[in-house]
């Protein structure tokens, strides 16, 4: 099946030779120091009997972007295209999407042709938006544990705001919209492994940036991407963007729930919060604790203490479920693991986490997935 992937990038962006034309992104941050985000779309052919997912020749498309222009006109912006054709698909399928931010280790058209296997694979029939910050992808084949890891550690923090101006511009885009012209669809967001930390710092960026609407009412001239200069957050800027958010093997700290300065105010922006974790993953186990001394993984154990932290985070417990044979890593159980897969569309569904089928309860807002019989 051939899957259409739309996508925003904070890469460094590549030209044919001798032309104009964006035809790959690479592994460092782009102009503005990764501030600068480009939006298009490309086709990925999926084959799930064969395990396949491939980008089709010729399908990238990179949505023209104008930004400097006479005195009159108005700014001509990828994003608005991007997101007009979300729109008119989610309002004629009724249908809808996935926003995606992927692990490390990723070109760009790995991160593609994840998102068009993640779409045919959960079966939501859901347009797929996928966030490409600048991973490197080894040309092993496998990372190169901390070489890579440490490169991609450095890059998913410093795109944390183009995340936020990402989602400052969806705000933005809708916020213009007349209301009989919105979908009225859901946009649920679902992120991997390292994937989460890049959400944290949009997150923190969301919550220590000006909002450009406040500025505009005040009749100040800030750019959106000013600090502010606080120390605390402000959680009260925060709006709820997302439906379903889905955190599956987070390589973020098993604190970050209690933390301001890391995901404490991410339900505000969310309908409910579902962390995926086993403690059978190698990857934060091994490599993301062993690295920079990180601590207790999120994606490990699930969040610290359930207890003080917001009811709308659930933790599922997928360690009896995983396999060494289908995934040595134990790390990708969530586009793997048809059993995984299953949870977490009923999640996106809206079934009620105590409804959701083959789970065990463990504790209050905590469950553990039964193996398959």
């Known amino acids: 099946m051939r899957i259409k992937v739309y996508f925003a990038t904070n890469?460094?962006?590549?030209?044919?030779?001798?032309?104009?034309?964006?035809?790959?992104?690479?592994?460092?941050?782009?102009?503005?120091?990764?501030?600068?985000?480009?939006?298009?779309?490309?086709?990925?052919?999926?084959?799930?009997?064969?395990?396949?997912?491939?980008?089709v020749p010729g399908s990238l498309q990179v949505a023209d972007e104008q930004l400097i222009f006479a005195k009159?006109?108005?700014?001509?912006?990828?994003?608005?295209?991007?997101?007009?054709?979300?729109?008119?698909?989610?309002?004629?399928?009724?249908?809808?999407?996935?926003?995606?931010?992927?692990?490390?280790?990723?070109?760009?058209?790995?991160?593609?042709?994840?998102?068009?296997?993640?779409?045919?694979?959960?079966?939501?029939?859901?347009?797929?938006?996928?966030?490409?910050?600048?991973?490197?992808?080894?040309?092993?084949?496998?990372?190169?544990?901390?070489?890579?890891?440490?490169?991609?550690?450095?890059?998913?923090?410093?795109s944390g705001p183009s995340v936020a101006r990402t989602i400052r511009r969806l705000h933005d885009y809708v916020d213009s919209l007349p209301e009989e012209l919105r979908c009225q669809q859901s946009?649920?967001?679902?992120?991997?492994?390292?994937?989460?930390?890049?959400?944290?710092?949009?997150?923190?960026?969301?919550?220590?940036?000006?909002?450009?609407?406040?500025?505009?009412?005040?009749?100040?001239?800030?750019?959106a991407m000013v600090p502010l200069g606080q120390n605390n957050p402000n959680p009260a800027v925060l709006r709820r963007t997302f439906d379903k958010i889905v955190l599956a093997a987070a390589d973020e700290d098993a604190d970050a729930f209690d933390d301001p300065a890391k995901l404490k105010f991410l339900p505000r922006i969310g309908q409910s919060v579902s962390v995926y974790h086993s403690s059978k993953d190698w990857v934060l186990n091994t490599l993301s604790a062993g690295t920079k001394f990180n601590g207790p993984r999120l994606g490990s154990d699930g969040p610290d203490n359930m207890a003080t932290i917001s009811d709308k985070v659930t933790?599922?417990?997928?360690?009896?479920?995983?396999?060494?044979?289908?995934?040595?890593?134990?790390?990708?159980?969530?586009r793997i693991f048809p059993v995984v897969r299953d949870d977490i569309v009923q999640v996106l569904r809206g079934v009620l986490q105590n409804k959701v089928t083959n789970r065990t309860a463990v504790s209050q807002g905590r469950y553990r997935i039964k193996k398959p019989k």
């Open 11 to 55: 890469r460094q962006p590549f030209t044919e030779p001798g032309g104009s034309r964006i035809v790959d992104f690479g592994s460092e941050l782009g102009p503005v120091g990764g501030l600068n985000v480009r939006y298009g779309s490309a086709d990925v052919d999926v084959d799930l009997q064969a395990r396949t997912n491939v980008i």
């Open 72 to 158: 009159g006109d108005t700014p001509q912006l990828g994003s608005n295209t991007i997101f007009d054709a979300l729109r008119n698909d989610m309002v004629a399928s009724k249908r809808p999407t996935i926003a995606f931010i992927h692990g490390f280790s990723n070109s760009f058209f790995d991160a593609i042709e994840r998102g068009g296997w993640i779409s045919a694979f959960y079966g939501l029939n859901a347009n797929m938006f996928v966030f490409t910050w600048p991973s490197i992808a080894s040309p092993l084949g496998v990372p190169l544990p901390y070489n890579d890891y440490t490169h991609d550690r450095g890059t998913a923090s410093a």
């Open 187 to 223: 946009i649920h967001l679902l992120c991997h492994s390292m994937g989460n930390y890049v959400l944290r710092n949009a997150l923190q960026a969301l919550l220590r940036l000006p909002d450009p609407v406040v500025a505009k009412q005040t009749g100040e001239s800030v750019s």
């Open 315 to 334: 933790a599922i417990d997928c360690s009896d479920v995983t396999s060494f044979a289908k995934d040595p890593e134990q790390h990708q159980y969530y």
